[in-house]
């Protein structure tokens, strides 16, 4: 398994402002991705980011509104740009490890409400 | 299009068995997870299954039939703790993880 932590747990946020979420893991990992999980709801994949190539979005997320960096291969950030109050959501990065690189590893999550 | 199906919810008795079923419809398929989530908590890993068959793993197994598209997670011997939401996800060709709605287990004395 992988110890993942992620900066910040929760932060209130103003419309119209950007936050960025950091995500750390205790190995070095090939795939990390992004998550938003709204309440009730199960998990959205927003991106997966490999390090040293440009993250790849899924359909309805756009690099815009949600640029990723992978700088190393334990480290990633997701901004969150220009929010909204739909944007409030907990955000988790997750990385795959595993014989075969498939089983997924979660951070604790970012709690984010946008007012 | 790529589904997963699961129950939105269950309610059990603590020391009880329960079965919470998962069916699922992917482009390919690469194995089948169950995840554990506590409420306000990140999933955590319970289970993976490629094969046929039942897979055993403490209070937990996990079982996959791949010709029905069909799999459950078993749990034994339910205590309190066990109360949480129970993710279904399957891997499809692309090795992209295709999510269940989640399964909230209520666990009553």
């Known amino acids: 398994s992988a110890v993942i932590s992620q900066k910040p747990s929760r932060d209130i946020c103003q419309r119209g402002t950007s936050l960025t979420i950091q995500c750390q893991v205790d190995?070095?990992?090939?795939?990390m991705f992004w998550y938003r999980q709204q309440p009730g709801q199960s998990l959205t994949l927003i991106a997966t980011?490999?390090?040293?190539?440009?993250?790849?979005?899924e359909s309805g997320f756009v690099i815009d509104k949600f640029p990723i960096s992978r700088p190393n291969l334990t480290f990633s950030t997701l901004t969150v740009s220009n929010m909204s109050p739909e944007d409030s959501s907990i955000y988790l990065c997750?990385?795959?490890?595993?014989?075969?690189?498939?089983?997924?590893?979660f951070g604790p999550g970012t709690r984010l409400t946008v007012l | 299009g790529q589904n997963i199906d699961q129950p939105t919810e269950m309610t059990a008795t603590e020391g009880a068995i329960v079965q919470i079923n998962c069916t699922y419809q992917?482009?390919?398929?690469?194995?089948l997870f169950w995840y554990q989530q506590h409420a306000g908590e990140a999933p955590t890993f319970l289970s993976y299954n490629v094969l046929d068959g039942l897979e055993e793993k403490g209070r937990f197994s996990s079982f996959l039939s791949r010709s029905k598209g069909y799999s459950y997670l078993l749990l034994k011997e339910l205590q309190m703790k066990d109360s949480a939401s129970y993710l279904c996800?399957?891997?499809?060709?692309?090795?992209?993880?295709?999510w269940g709605a989640g399964t909230k287990l209520i666990i009553k004395p």
């Open positions: 996800a399957a891997l499809d060709s692309n090795y992209q993880l295709i």
């Open positions: 992917t482009s390919g398929f690469n194995g």
């Open positions: 997750s990385v795959a490890v595993g014989q075969d690189a498939n089983t997924q590893y």
């Open positions: 980011a490999n390090q040293g190539s440009e993250a790849t979005y």
């Open positions: 190995s070095q990992v090939t795939m």
